[in-house]
């Protein structure tokens, strides 16, 4: 149901309060909305940019009512949110994007199945509810392949790598004797993503759509490292990534953002990796280099304004700030910050620990070539060894 704009000085919900939800509240607070947050720790990222912030579990239901009282619209920053939780918000406040989509994107066989049944490009992969599924999937798809839990993966959490000396019996028992999705082993040449947005259907039905340019992803122990736009990709694969991703985006009827990522194979096909119903890491550098960030988008997609421009203003590299650099104390932020074009994000997080997103920075040139060269300058002062 249309409900409507809904206009500076609302009141936006997130549910989440990590760095996704902390740049959408940041957007928000700009245009010049209020925003309230859920999230079970007191002085999150979110929360911290947040006009009110509810630290309860996602659980609490009556507490997720009084909060969907003081709120316009809600919306989310990361996809473990119980579907109990949605089905209670639902019928007292716009949720956006919907609790279908989010039912669908949390969980991998779910997702997949979704993708195949809707003849999306996807790898091959099998279901798995016990060890003898595991020996018949791994039977079927070869070695190597990957063991994916179903629910609550991320940044490579929850897989494993199954090669010919793998001991199964092995394998499912530190996965847990839970349902996992077992993927054949893509051989691709590079990984990408798409950020798409999709608006409220106007009175004809018809939904406003604006894809991001894509990135070329590099990632580094499962977590990603690096994204760079414009991607050095074919105009042809550019194009197909972005119309697949909106087509996907238009079949799960989504209203926000969604992120595509995908495996471009060396026979030149894209393959779709994993969906997030969310802003994602690989678009953080549309706060700096687009005309419209990542984040603003989501902003205008659920309230229900016109799209932004997502045009890329300037080539950017943008690259994740891990609590691995803390390890010999307080990186050197001013030496970090004299680069040329290097714009420093960080996230409030207190406690810095190894793997933990801390921030990211990105680097604009109008020159690829020298953005990657003043990144490795920075890499150079942030591990101690100065310019």
């Known amino acids: 149901m249309n409900h409507g704009p ?11 309060g990590g760095q996704l939800g902390r740049m959408f509240a940041l957007s928000a607070r700009r245009m010049g909305y209020r925003v309230h947050t859920v999230d079970p720790m007191p002085d999150s990222p979110t929360g911290q940019i947040s006009d009110r912030e509810f630290n309860v579990p996602f659980t609490d239901i009556p507490t997720l009512l009084e909060f969907a009282e003081g ?4 919306t989310y920053e990361f996809e473990n949110i119980p579907v109990d939780a949605l089905d209670a918000l639902a019928p007292k406040v ?3 994007p919907g609790r279908d989509v989010l ?19 996807v790898g091959p992969f099998g279901v798995v509810l016990d060890e003898a599924e595991l020996h018949a999937a791994v039977a079927v798809l070869g070695f190597p392949c990957v063991l994916k839990t179903a629910d609550f993966g991320y940044d490579g959490k929850g897989q494993q790598k199954i090669t010919a000396e793998s001991d199964l019996a092995e394998v499912w028992r530190r996965h847990g004797n839970r349902a996992g999705v077992v993927e054949a082993w893509i051989n691709y040449q590079a990984e990408l993503s798409v950020v798409v947005a999709r608006g409220v259907p106007d009175a004809a039905g018809e939904s406003p759509v604006q894809a991001f340019p894509p990135t070329l992803n590099e990632h580094e122990n499962h977590i990603l490292a690096t994204s760079v736009a414009p991607a050095p ?12 991703a909106a087509s996907i985006a238009a079949r799960l009827d989504v209203v926000g953002l969604l992120a595509v990522e995908f495996f471009l194979t060396r026979q030149g096909d894209l393959l779709v990796n994993e969906l997030a119903p969310r802003p994602h890491n690989s678009g953080h550098y549309s706060f700096d280099a687009c005309v419209t960030s990542q984040f603003e988008q989501q902003l ?15 080539p950017v590299v943008m690259r994740n700030l891990l609590g691995d650099i803390w390890a010999n104390g307080e990186p050197d932020w001013p030496g970090l910050l004299a680069l040329p074009g290097l714009r420093l994000h960080l996230y ?6 190894p793997g933990r997103k801390m921030g990211h920075y990105c680097v604009l040139n109008e020159s690829l070539d020298r953005a990657w060269e003043i990144d490795a300058q920075a890499q150079g002062i942030l591990r101690g060894k100065g310019t």
């Open 6 to 16: 809904i206009l500076p000085g609302s009141t936006i919900g997130c549910l989440g």
């Open 71 to 74: 709120v316009n619209v809600v």
């Open 94 to 96: 716009p949720l956006r």
């Open 103 to 121: 039912f669908t994107c949390q969980n991998r066989q779910r997702e997949k199945e979704f993708l195949r049944k809707c003849r999306f490009p």
């Open 233 to 244: 990709l074919a105009a042809s694969i550019a194009a197909r990534a972005q119309h697949l």
């Open 300 to 314: 205008r997609a659920v309230c229900g304004l016109p799209l932004g421009d997502p045009r890329l203003i300037s």
């Open 348 to 353: 409030g997080k207190n406690e810095p620990r």
